[in-house]
């Protein structure tokens, strides 16, 4: 148990509409990262937020976006999509010390169709 | 670009053998690396990690091997046990950036440790 939860666990898509993926975070936890996992694939990091802004980013374009709130919640934001961004979408929180000092989320699992 | 590769989808060890699972790297910039377990419907799970100032770190039956010539780690489970069964990923991060949260992860490697 992590203590990061994450909202919902499946959802299906249409090509073209937008989702919010949502997390909760460990409290006192101050960064959250959000990685997408295609199947057979490892995480890919998507982008950071560190005390509410974006801290790093990945190689995703625009349409991938996020919010970090104070009450250690979090959102990911994809808009327009497509059908390659149907994947496992991971939430990680940490402290800000060291990069392994992640704990993840049991993930979302996005199809678009 | 594959970064950080793990080069065997898959691995079959018999209970109480040794697990030795290996990861190779491309990024001379990479300064920390990382091992996470994976259960099915489960978030990856931190195991053990290295600096790049060491060669060696023991955490139990976990030990995490860095050949920084040779760009290549292996993490050691001895003895495997049924629960060790998951999937694992090498991971690591750049220098400096350790604190970004973001970590360049391999493709995993499915362990089954059987009875």
């Known amino acids: 148990e992590t203590g990061v939860t994450q909202s919902p666990t499946h959802l299906i898509k249409t090509r073209g509409q937008q989702v919010t993926l949502r997390c909760s975070s460990q409290?006192?936890?101050?960064?959250v990262s959000w990685y997408q996992q295609a199947l057979g694939q490892g995480p890919q990091f998507i982008f950071q937020?560190?005390?509410?802004?974006?801290?790093g980013r990945g190689n995703f374009p625009p349409r991938f976006s996020g919010l970090q709130f104070p009450n250690y919640s979090s959102e990911l934001n994809v808009n327009a999509l497509e059908l390659d961004d149907s994947a496992l979408y991971l939430c990680a929180s940490g402290t800000g010390g060291i990069a392994g000092e992640l704990f993840f989320g049991e993930g979302s699992r996005l199809t678009v169709l | 670009d594959q970064q950080v590769k793990q080069n065997s989808p898959s691995l079959s060890v018999q209970e109480g053998r040794i697990s030795i699972l290996n990861c190779d790297y491309t990024n001379s910039m990479f300064d920390y690396f990382l091992w996470y377990k994976k259960y099915p419907a489960e978030g990856p799970t931190f195991l053990i990690s290295?600096?790049?100032?060491?060669d060696k770190n023991e955490d139990g039956r976990f030990t995490v091997f860095l050949n920084k010539s040779a760009k290549h780690l292996s993490l050691h489970i001895v003895p495997s046990q049924p629960g060790d069964s998951a999937v694992y990923f090498c991971a690591a991060s750049e220098a400096g950036r350790s604190n970004t949260g973001k970590l360049i992860f391999g493709q995993g490697t499915t362990l089954q440790v059987k009875p």
């Open positions: 290295i600096s790049s100032i060491k």
């Open positions: 937020y560190y005390r509410e802004e974006e801290n």
């Open positions: 409290s006192g936890h101050n960064t």
